[in-house]
């Protein structure tokens, strides 16, 4: 499942695949497949992702 909140909270914050990997100490890749679905990140990451765009776990990464 695509996620697609992930990308609007990146993109909101204006910041690219590769800014959001390096603060969050993480490739390109892995951000962009995890906003593709293609990736399941531990919930260790799930929440420095949040951190890092000032959003909770359920804003993100519950499903609706």
Do not use: H
């Not at 590769?18 to 890749?29: C, I, M, N, P, T």
């Not at 992702?49 to 499903?63: G, H, Q, S, V």
């Amino acid at each position: 499942m695509k996620n697609l909140r992930l990308k609007a909270a990146r993109a909101a914050l204006d910041l690219s695949q590769q800014a959001l990997a390096d603060e969050v100490g993480v490739s390109r890749q892995t951000i962009n497949a995890i906003e593709s679905g293609d990736y399941n990140p531990t919930v260790n990451l799930c929440i420095v992702i949040c951190r890092a765009l000032n959003k909770t776990l359920d804003e993100i990464f519950w499903p609706e």
